[in-house]
């Protein structure tokens, strides 16, 4: 039986302190979501001629886009208005990144990979603005546009967002459901599965966090994450061999950075465990 002492902050069903613990994965503040787009812009998604990922200033990376927007006209002026949009967001003038992405996405009628991409960061905008429910309606709307593009990939990723932003906001079963129907559209997005297994451990449904874990697994068995996870979720359910076998493959990994420190930390509770009298 698993010690009551054994991961008692790392592995509970609830909020994790620890940054670098798949178990803080769900919830991730929805600050932090933002600011990986914001800060580190996912650069398929910069428009090519937005110098914002370039380490230009802001401020004139926004003079700029806004100029090139006024005299330019379709692909052109939507790329403009993207990247104004993207200026904002570093400047964290999240209402107005909202606006200018809405313009943007508008534009690009006929374009759904376009527009699911420009959703996807006004959805993120918005929820920096706080504006929660708008920003959930947003990613559902990105899933559609992705889902038409077919691109069932994308689409599994943005709704590992908007879960995330569900539960950060205390919706745990929307959170479920938006992967529930995640993991119909996208089965082969591995992340789905994988913070699906970490929902359902900490709603303490260990049996399927199980079944998810092995189907993330299954995908992608090098993602240090997965490891982690499938190690936390053995732990809790008393099967402390297999939990050691999963937290030394993602110690080994020599990438794993954080994440092998993190497993190694495991471990060594888990010595301190088995030492321990019973």
């Not at 943005?158 to 919706?171: H, N, P």
């Amino acid at each position: 039986m698993l010690s009551p002492l054994i991961f008692a902050a790392l592995l509970q069903v609830g909020p994790n302190p620890d940054p670098d613990s798949i178990a803080n994965t769900i919830p991730r503040s929805p600050r932090e979501e933002v600011e990986i787009q914001a800060n580190r812009p996912d650069l398929r998604a910069v428009p090519a001629s937005c110098p914002l990922a370039n380490g230009a200033s802001a401020i004139e990376v926004f003079e700029l886009a806004v100029r090139q927007a006024g005299v330019t006209s379709g692909d052109e002026q939507i790329a403009a208005l993207q990247c104004a949009a993207m200026a904002q967001a570093e400047l964290r003038q999240w209402n107005e990144a909202a606006a200018s992405f809405l313009k943007a996405r508008d534009l690009a009628q006929g374009k759904s990979d376009w527009q699911a991409r420009i959703g996807t960061q006004r959805a993120h905008a918005l929820v920096e603005a706080g504006r929660i429910i708008e920003a959930r309606a947003v990613f559902r709307d990105a899933i559609d546009d992705a889902i038409l593009a077919g691109d069932p990939v994308t689409a599994g990723q943005i709704a590992a967002d908007q879960a995330i932003v569900e539960v950060a906001a205390g919706d745990q079963s929307a959170a479920a459901a938006t992967l529930a129907a995640a993991r119909e559209r996208s089965p082969g997005e591995y992340r789905i599965w994988l913070l699906s297994a970490t929902l359902a451990r900490r709603n303490g449904q260990l049996d399927d966090a199980q079944s998810f874990i092995e189907q993330a697994a299954d995908l992608d068995a090098i993602d240090p994450e997965v490891g982690l996870e499938a190690g936390v979720i053995a732990a809790l359910s008393g099967r402390l061999a297999a939990a050691r076998a999963s937290f030394e493959s993602v110690a080994a990994q020599p990438h794993a950075g954080a994440r092998a420190q993190t497993a190694r930390q495991y471990l060594a509770q888990l010595d301190e465990m088995e030492a321990s009298p019973q």
